[in-house]
């Protein structure tokens, strides 16, 4: 027997322009007024130099010179793109961010119409009622593509990652589109649906490399063999997809390999990067996988942990057996991978909110509401505490709160800004009309238990975005840094040498205008130190931790080379740092 029994009530689709607005307000605030930080400003720095470059910039992706050969260039071309045809109207950094709202467009679209489609299939379709009045196929359908929408918009990775200009951004949405074309695919098997999959595919090797593609085409595959789909069809059609993907990402790798821009060709270290990220499983990585995942999947994870199990004893269910397929190779895939990052796990998110889309229409009422009412008082508990600390740090008052708000920016000054008050305030005041609406009315439509978690999580979010925007622009943007260092640097200089980290480096090019040396080096006169204003290493044997070893390692190193500068009759012309950040140093060096 189905574990759905749910009457046509509770399947009204959510308003269009409700679930709009609420992506707007989803992907806006963070993009708009927001500097580079220490998170995305290397990206961001490889598409500025994209845009401003010639070819060999756009075949060869490096920071002012810095090369990058760790991922593929597709969401860079994107960001420079956009830098092209906006930049003049929003300013580099906004322009660049464009592209990250087509990203987000893509993968909410690519989404909803996936679990739309499969919710029409006869084998999700809810028991039929005795009297009548079970839904409709199409609505049944809408309402499923909306909760999945939903729940992926209250998943916590996706609101951290989404507005950052990255590649695993761009690969968490192309993993969306292929799951719907490869739903397509299952559904009618034909030469332009494997087409679509191999664009797909194509598209992924060239935002972070060929071995989640080769991975999901190999689920693919073997989900075909689940649905008894024709072997040879299916084979002829995946070598087809295959094909299709490869000459895409030539697109790339041979004119690369042909131009050799700046006398090298990227492919190799690219390749080499790939395979470094491939080996046997380890404890660093399931540990990690496991920590991380319990809270970048909430709330997605326990919906679709239910939905597996509640759908366990049914056949031939796409809806969860295809999403489980991939979800299972993407797993194998992160977790073999020796040097794990938090934007990986992106790529599951998707298959893991549309399963929990299925999972909800089979939970008890109670557990429902009981989800409801812990999102009520959780989110607008610390709705609260932001506008009470915003309050304390623009008035002194609560005392305690005022100075715990303003201990993380060391002299910064808070003002009043009028319009990130009146966003705010607007934003507030929908939320307590929703929370009215939800007590008052006690729907029994079916997206209402994630309706009111992904609103109150989006509420959070335009909150800091707004009204502490100033303040962690203060903290985490280095544009004060670098204007301050090209105060210092006299006019007409060749170029500086450096070892800054990436983001560094394309904050000061950006914000500095510094003329860092190229891909190819070269002699400077001027050279930019990072060290630290430690002055006792740690031991190794204190931190169990190998990244820890290693970024321990790099300090010493950084703070060594500096001490042999300070030593060589170099000139000092500058020294100094961000206020928020106790450890990071800069030095401005004149060769002797």
Same mark, same amino acid.
């Given at each position: 027997?189905?574990?759905?029994?749910?009457?046509?009530?509770?399947?009204?689709?959510?308003?269009?322009?409700?679930?709009?607005?609420?992506?707007?307000?989803?992907?806006?605030?963070?993009?708009?007024?927001?500097?580079?930080?220490?998170?995305?400003?290397?990206?961001?720095?490889?598409?500025?130099?994209?845009?401003?470059?010639?070819?060999?910039?756009?075949?060869?992706?490096?920071?002012? &010179?810095?090369?990058?050969?760790?991922?593929?260039?597709?969401?860079? =071309?994107?960001?420079?793109?956009?830098?092209?045809?906006?930049?003049?109207?929003? &300013?580099?950094?906004?322009?660049?961010?464009?592209?990250?709202?087509?990203?987000?467009?893509?993968?909410?679209?690519?989404?909803?119409?996936?679990?739309?489609?499969?919710?029409?299939?006869?084998?999700?379709?809810?028991?039929?009622?005795?009297?009548?009045?079970?839904?409709?196929?199409?609505?049944?359908?809408?309402?499923?593509?909306?909760?999945?929408?939903?729940?992926?918009?209250?998943?916590?990775?996706?609101?951290?990652?989404?507005?950052?200009?990255?590649?695993?951004?761009?690969?968490?949405?192309?993993?969306?589109?292929?799951?719907?074309?490869?739903?397509?695919?299952?559904?009618?098997?034909?030469?332009?649906?494997?087409?679509?999959?191999?664009?797909?595919?194509?598209?992924?090797?060239?935002?972070? &490399?060929?071995?989640?593609?080769?991975?999901?085409?190999?689920?693919?595959?073997?989900?075909?063999?689940?649905?008894?789909?024709?072997?040879?069809?299916?084979?002829?059609?995946?070598?087809?997809?295959?094909?299709?993907?490869?000459?895409?990402?030539?697109?790339?790798?041979?004119?690369?390999?042909?131009?050799?821009?700046?006398?090298?060709?990227?492919?190799?270290?690219?390749?080499? =990067?790939?395979?470094?990220?491939?080996?046997?499983?380890?404890?660093?990585?399931?540990?990690?996988?496991?920590?991380?995942?319990?809270?970048?999947?909430?709330?997605? =994870?326990?919906?679709?942990? =239910?939905?597996?199990?509640?759908?366990?004893?049914?056949?031939?269910?796409?809806?969860?057996?295809?999403?489980?397929?991939?979800?299972?190779?993407?797993?194998?895939?992160?977790?073999?991978?020796?040097?794990?990052?938090?934007?990986?796990?992106?790529?599951?998110?998707?298959?893991?909110?549309?399963?929990?889309?299925?999972?909800?229409?089979?939970?008890?009422?109670?557990?429902?509401?009981?989800?409801?009412?812990?999102?009520?008082?959780?989110?607008?508990?610390?709705?609260?505490?932001?506008?009470?600390?915003?309050?304390?740090?623009?008035?002194?008052?609560?005392?305690?709160?005022?100075?715990?708000?303003?201990?993380?920016?060391?002299?910064?000054?808070?003002?009043?800004?009028?319009?990130?008050?009146?966003?705010?305030?607007?934003?507030?005041?929908?939320?307590?009309?929703?929370?009215?609406?939800?007590?008052?009315?006690?729907?029994?439509?079916?997206?209402?238990?994630?309706?009111?978690?992904?609103? &109150?999580?989006?509420?959070?979010?335009?909150?800091?975005?707004?009204?502490?925007?100033?303040?962690?622009?203060?903290?985490?943007?280095?544009?004060?840094?670098?204007?301050?260092?090209?105060?210092?640097?006299?006019?007409?200089?060749?170029?500086?040498?450096?070892?800054?980290?990436?983001?560094?480096?394309?904050?000061?090019?950006?914000?500095?205008?510094?003329?860092?040396?190229?891909?190819?080096?070269?002699?400077?006169?001027?050279?930019?130190?990072?060290?630290?204003?430690?002055?006792?290493?740690?031991?190794?044997?204190?931190?169990?931790?190998?990244?820890?070893?290693?970024?321990?390692?790099?300090?010493?190193?950084?703070?060594?080379?500096?001490?042999?500068?300070?030593?060589?009759?170099?000139?000092?012309?500058?020294?100094?740092?961000?206020?928020?950040?106790?450890?990071?140093?800069?030095?401005?060096?004149?060769?002797?």
């Amino acid at each position: 027997m189905k574990p759905v029994r749910l009457p046509a009530a509770a399947t009204l689709a959510l308003p269009r322009w409700a679930l709009f607005a609420l992506g707007m307000l989803y992907i806006l605030p963070g993009l708009i007024g927001r500097d580079p930080w220490k998170d995305d400003a290397g990206s961001f720095g490889i598409m500025w130099t994209m845009a401003r470059g010639g070819l060999h910039d756009w075949l060869y992706p490096n920071i002012a &010179g810095l090369a990058v050969n760790d991922e593929g260039p597709l969401a860079f =071309w994107l960001g420079a793109i956009c830098i092209k045809l906006f930049g003049w109207l929003l &300013g580099d950094v906004l322009a660049a961010r464009v592209s990250n709202i087509g990203i987000f467009v893509l993968g909410t679209m690519s989404l909803w119409y996936t679990a739309f489609h499969l919710g029409r299939r006869p084998e999700a379709q809810p028991l039929r009622l005795a009297f009548g009045g079970q839904p409709e196929p199409d609505d049944y359908g809408r309402t499923l593509a909306d909760t999945a929408v939903l729940v992926y918009l209250g998943s916590l990775g996706l609101l951290l990652l989404s507005h950052e200009t990255l590649s695993v951004t761009l690969q968490g949405s192309l993993i969306a589109y292929f799951l719907y074309r490869a739903v397509r695919y299952i559904e009618g098997a034909s030469v332009r649906n494997a087409v679509l999959v191999g664009l797909a595919l194509g598209a992924l090797v060239l935002s972070r &490399g060929p071995l989640s593609p080769v991975a999901l085409l190999a689920a693919l595959f073997l989900g075909t063999r689940f649905f008894r789909l024709p072997p040879a069809t299916s084979l002829r059609h995946l070598a087809l997809a295959a094909g299709v993907a490869l000459l895409l990402s030539l697109v790339w790798i041979l004119p690369a390999s042909i131009v050799q821009p700046y006398s090298q060709s990227p492919i190799p270290d690219w390749l080499a =990067w790939n395979a470094s990220e491939l080996s046997l499983p380890n404890w660093a990585s399931i540990s990690a996988f496991f920590r991380v995942g319990v809270w970048f999947f909430w709330p997605a =994870w326990p919906f679709a942990g =239910w939905a597996i199990w509640a759908w366990r004893r049914q056949q031939n269910m796409l809806h969860i057996v295809l999403p489980l397929t991939f979800l299972g190779a993407l797993t194998v895939v992160i977790l073999c991978d020796p040097t794990p990052e938090n934007g990986d796990l992106l790529k599951l998110l998707p298959l893991l909110a549309l399963m929990a889309a299925f999972g909800l229409p089979t939970m008890k009422r109670g557990a429902i509401n009981a989800i409801d009412w812990f999102s009520v008082m959780a989110l607008t508990t610390l709705a609260a505490l932001i506008w009470l600390f915003w309050i304390a740090k623009l008035s002194g008052w609560p005392a305690k709160l005022a100075h715990n708000a303003l201990k993380l920016v060391p002299g910064f000054k808070p003002e009043f800004g009028i319009v990130s008050f009146l966003v705010a305030a607007s934003v507030t005041i929908g939320w307590i009309l929703l929370v009215r609406w939800r007590v008052s009315r006690q729907p029994a439509v079916l997206w209402r238990a994630v309706v009111l978690s992904s609103s &109150g999580l989006i509420l959070l979010w335009v909150l800091l975005m707004t009204l502490f925007l100033p303040d962690l622009n203060y903290r985490r943007s280095y544009a004060g840094v670098a204007q301050a260092i090209a105060a210092k640097l006299p006019p007409g200089a060749n170029c500086i040498d450096t070892n800054v980290g990436s983001a560094q480096r394309a904050s000061f090019a950006y914000f500095g205008r510094l003329p860092f040396a190229g891909v190819e080096g070269g002699q400077c006169d001027y050279v930019l130190l990072q060290d630290s204003v430690k002055t006792r290493d740690k031991a190794d044997d204190q931190s169990g931790d190998e990244a820890d070893n290693e970024a321990n390692n790099k300090a010493r190193a950084k703070r060594a080379l500096a001490r042999r500068w300070a030593t060589s009759g170099a000139t000092l012309l500058w020294e100094g740092r961000r206020a928020s950040d106790r450890d990071e140093r800069f030095r401005l060096y004149r060769r002797r």
